[in-house]
């Protein structure tokens, strides 16, 4: 299995920014993509934005693209999640994740999964 991890969640006020990290640790020969979800209480798990690993396509959820930027270090098995002019909506848990398929958007998709960080946007 991939063990992954998460960082760099926290409080930030509307407009602010913030940087998203998953490292990954194991094997990830399965891997196709790597994505990002998140998740507010009482809301479903909503795909944010993913990457093929070996390609570096990318894909974003329509209420983060042009704010959102994906990317990834393959010598550093890590992942990012550059976050810009961040508004109260944005408020979840993110957590990253991977798949073997090509740049999937479904959660089902998704095999290994991080802890999670939280990200909370004031008014």
């Known amino acids: 299995q991939v063990q992954l991890v998460e960082s760099g969640g926290g409080l930030v006020q509307a407009g602010g920014s913030l940087r998203l990290s998953c490292a990954a640790s194991?094997?990830?020969?399965?891997?196709?993509?790597m994505g990002w979800f998140r998740q507010a209480p009482g809301k479903e798990r909503e795909f944010v934005a993913g990457?093929?690993?070996?390609?570096?396509?990318?894909s974003y959820a329509d209420s983060v693209q042009g704010r959102f930027t994906i990317s990834r270090d393959n010598a550093k098995n890590t992942m990012y999640l550059q976050m810009n002019n961040l508004n109260p909506e944005d408020t979840a848990v993110y957590y990253c994740?991977?798949?073997?398929?090509?740049?999937?958007?479904?959660?089902?998709?998704?095999?290994?999964w991080g802890p999670g960080t939280q990200v909370t946007v004031s008014s």
């Open positions: 990457i093929s690993w070996s390609g570096g396509r990318t």
């Open positions: 194991g094997r990830p020969y399965s891997t196709w993509t």
């Open positions: 994740a991977t798949s073997p398929y090509a740049l999937s958007r479904t959660h089902t998709d998704f095999t290994s």
